[in-house]
């Protein structure tokens, strides 16, 4: 059987993505050539203790990004994505990115395991704030009590959030088959979500420009940028889905 196949036969096909899903938007990974933390040391950045000593640093680097993503659209990998849950092949899209362009692209269950660049919390109170553009102070401000906002993302250090990470479990076990798309599959506990499914009997299909620590796993290897492979699956799987119901 054939990946295509595989995808239209499943009852229960997810999707799990990494920052390689978005590198054909513009917006850079994390690890390899020309990723993010080659510039910027993550420690100065992505952790409470950074937030700590320099919030206006670290909102800076935040709303950078902000603008990156605002200006920047999902490419064809997200549509592709988009169009398997809207044919009802794919159940939910699990992802580690923060930039929302699996919604912006349509998928509609998506559970975010490291949060959003489009939500600010107060480290005060509490609250919890939707941004529809990039902030424009540095650092931002509750509007409600006056406390600084944070990012809404998780940092290196700090534990998942609780509602996705068992939603994520949830879904993994239950899957039959796990498309992995644009992840270097480092970066625990996000990393655990393919190999729980695969535990469970699913199926794997890792998308990927290179190998990655998955690819031991993995049942298949479709070499290629996610916006090439996945459209062209995408083709694959409907006409099969057409045979079937014919
Ligand atoms: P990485 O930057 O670690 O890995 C990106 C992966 O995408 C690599 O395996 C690349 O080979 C692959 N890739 C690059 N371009 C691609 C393309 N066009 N098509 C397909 N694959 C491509 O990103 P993540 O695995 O997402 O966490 O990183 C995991 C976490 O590390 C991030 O969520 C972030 C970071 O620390 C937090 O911020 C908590």
Same mark, same amino acid.
């Given at each position: 059987m054939d990946v295509a196949d595989l995808v239209a036969a499943a009852r229960h096909c997810i999707v799990f993505t990494g920052a390689g899903i978005s590198a054909e938007s513009g917006v850079p990974t994390f690890? %390899?050539? %020309? %990723?993010?933390w080659e510039r910027y040391r993550p420690e100065e950045l992505a952790t409470p203790e950074a937030f700590a000593r320099d919030p206006e640093l670290v909102w800076r680097w935040y709303r950078w990004r902000q603008e990156l993503v605002y200006r920047a659209g999902p490419n064809p990998g997200h549509r592709a994505v988009a169009e398997l849950e809207a044919i009802g092949v794919v159940k939910a899209v699990i992802t580690q990115?923060?930039?929302g362009l699996h919604q912006r692209a349509g998928s509609r269950n998506v559970v975010e395991l490291h949060g959003s660049l489009w939500r600010a919390r107060c480290v005060e109170c509490g609250a919890v704030y939707r941004l529809d553009k990039p902030v424009e102070e540095a650092p931002p401000r509750c509007p409600r009590c006056g406390g600084l906002l944070r990012p809404d993302v998780v940092w290196f250090g700090e534990p998942l959030p609780r509602d996705a990470w068992e939603r994520a479990v949830e879904l993994a076990s239950r899957s039959d088959v796990v498309l992995v798309v644009g992840t270097s599959g480092v970066v625990y506990p996000a990393a655990y979500i393919p190999r729980i499914a695969k535990d469970h009997g699913a199926v794997l299909v890792e998308v990927n420009v290179e190998e990655s620590a998955i690819t031991p796993i993995a049942d298949f290897f479709l070499r290629g940028r996610s916006g090439e492979v996945l459209p062209r699956l995408v083709e694959e799987v409907k006409k099969g889905l057409g045979t079937r119901r014919s």
């Open positions: 690890r %390899g050539a %020309g %990723g993010l990115n923060v930039d």
